[in-house]
């Protein structure tokens, strides 16, 4: 997790590919709508999308493509 805004970490990892089935990156299993907006959200935001990255790390891991 790098740098912070706002008290809310960044989930960039600095492995900064688009995977073109999921449309997540790579590194951070973030979309580009997430990405892109993640300096303007609120900090409710955030831990919002931390939560979703936590569901997407579980559903790779049980789809057998490893845990980030």
Do not use: H
């Amino acid at each position: 997790m790098n740098g912070t805004s706002g008290g809310v970490p960044s989930p960039c990892v600095s492995v900064c590919r688009m995977d073109a089935r999921s449309g997540w990156c790579e590194g951070c299993l973030r979309t580009l709508a997430e990405i892109a907006a993640w300096s303007v959200m609120d900090d409710d935001a955030k831990r919002a999308v931390w939560q979703v990255l936590a569901q997407r790390r579980e559903a790779l891991a049980a789809a057998g493509g490893g845990a980030r």
